[in-house]
Antibody
Framework: QVHLVESGGGLVKPLGSLRLSCAAS????????MHWIRQAPGKGLEWISY??????TISYADSVKGRFTISRDNANVYLQMNSLRVDDTAVYYC?????????????WGQGTLVTVSS | ETVMTQSPATLSVSPGERATLSCRAS??????LAWYQQKPGQAPRLLIY???TRAPGIPARFSGGGSGTDFTLTINSLQSEDFAVYYC??????????FGPGTKADFK
């Protein structure tokens, strides 16, 4: 079955960097768009980035554009986060879009917590 | 950007009752709407996609409706495990793919 496991979260100081990873298994990874969504403590869900199966289509929310970079390889999707701010503190989830050009998210990882604090 | 709103923010219901949750888009999203359930400490789970199609394994007491800008999620005969936060998400106009702020289904 589909399995997504995030890692790489932790405590980082403002303006620091962190790289999140999401290991995927149980499906043909290259066939699916992958997304990153975050959830600040006690808040709702915020879509932040996605990448196509081939890696050629990428987009970002305005809140992270220019600071975060999404990428992927054969079985992982990554989120490089630079110039981190206190308001980037959140649980970060990776999720799979269920079909090409259908961005309902049918599988989610368990999330990894990023805390930005001095 | 398509802004999603949900009402009510909190819905107080008793087990066995019907719950109706609303979601509205700021512009037409056709039927490209998903509903997710999130329990404390867990990742969201896809319940409904295409506004009205249940995801695999989702019980029949969950149903979705609507198109265009106004949508509903109905939970018939609420079970104890259904007390959670529910989010809608549009995936018609994007990126960005936007979520509503959520509705919490709470014990009355």
């Amino acid at each position: 079955q589909v399995h997504l496991v995030e890692s790489g979260g932790g405590l980082v100081k403002p303006l620091g960097s962190l790289r999140l990873s999401c290991a995927a298994s149980g499906f043909t990874f290259s066939d699916f768009y992958m997304h990153w969504i975050r959830q600040a403590p006690g808040k709702g869900l915020e879509w932040i980035s996605y990448i196509s199966g081939s890696g050629t289509t990428i987009s970002y929310a305005d809140s992270v554009k220019g600071r975060f970079t999404i990428s992927r390889d054969n079985a992982n999707v990554y989120l490089q986060m630079n110039s981190l701010r206190v308001d980037d503190t959140a649980v970060y989830y990776c999720a799979r879009a269920q079909w090409v050009e259908d961005h309902a998210l049918d599988s989610w990882g368990q999330g990894t917590l990023v805390t930005v604090s001095s | 950007e398509t802004v999603m709103t949900q009402s009510p923010a909190t819905l107080s219901v008793s087990p066995g009752e019907r719950a109706t949750l609303s979601c509205r888009a700021s512009q037409n999203i056709n039927n490209n709407l998903a509903w997710y359930q999130q329990k404390p400490g867990q990742a969201p789970r896809l319940l409904i996609y295409g506004a009205s199609t249940r995801a695999p394994g989702i019980p029949a007491r969950f149903s979705g409706g609507g198109s265009g800008t106004d949508f509903t999620l109905t939970i018939n005969s609420l079970q104890s495990e259904d007390f959670a936060v529910y989010y809608c998400q549009q995936y018609n106009n994007g990126p960005p793919w936007t979520f509503g702020p959520g509705t919490k289904a709470d014990f009355k």
